[in-house]
């Protein structure tokens, strides 16, 4: 279980919400460390309910830095004025699942994720396998989530 959110539950996002947030967005932003500090990188990613899954390339920066440190952040938001301001950020360990790079051999782990990366991206295609790129697991063990919407209910200056 990932460790509970302590600050600002008043506009956290359920569970609920959480879940259904992270299905509809298209793209998340990775924060790995390199070995000259922070590297942050745009991804489509799909999310199963328990896991966010990059379909990184193996040959990117971001793949270099999970290999040599696995610990991860994926920030997902939406919104451009303030009140419509939400998001989740998720901090895990990124672990590699199936070949490297992935060519199509079947395997029964990535399946699900390949469907709806699949769904998602190529409007039900069948999965892209160019030899370029790899999976990633990220297992939240942290989740954050805020949506500022819910702070119309609370009166506009509550967040401010």
Not at 11 to 31: G, H, K, N, T, Y
Not at 52 to 57: C, E, G, I
Not at 70 to 96: H, K, M, N
Request: some cysteine; glycine content about 10%.
């Amino acid at each position: 279980m990932p460790e509970e959110q302590r600050r600002h539950r008043a506009i956290a996002m359920s569970p609920a919400e959480v879940d259904a947030f992270l299905r509809e967005q298209p793209v998340c932003r990775v924060a790995t460390t390199s070995a000259g500090g922070p590297h942050l990188s745009p991804l489509w990613f799909v999310w199963d309910g328990e896991a966010v899954w990059l379909y990184s390339l193996t040959r990117s920066q971001r793949w270099t830095d999970v290999t040599r440190d696995p610990a991860v952040a994926v920030l997902v938001d939406a919104g451009v004025e303030y009140l419509e301001l939400r998001g989740v950020e998720l901090r895990g360990t990124a672990e590699i699942v199936g070949e490297i790079p992935r060519t199509g051999t079947p395997d029964d782990r990535l399946a699900g994720p390949e469907r709806v990366f699949a769904d998602k991206y190529a409007g039900g295609a069948a999965m892209p396998h160019d030899g370029k790129h790899a999976w990633l697991r990220v297992t939240p063990r942290k989740v954050t989530s805020w949506d500022f919407r819910k702070l119309a209910g609370l009166g506009a200056d509550a967040g401010r």
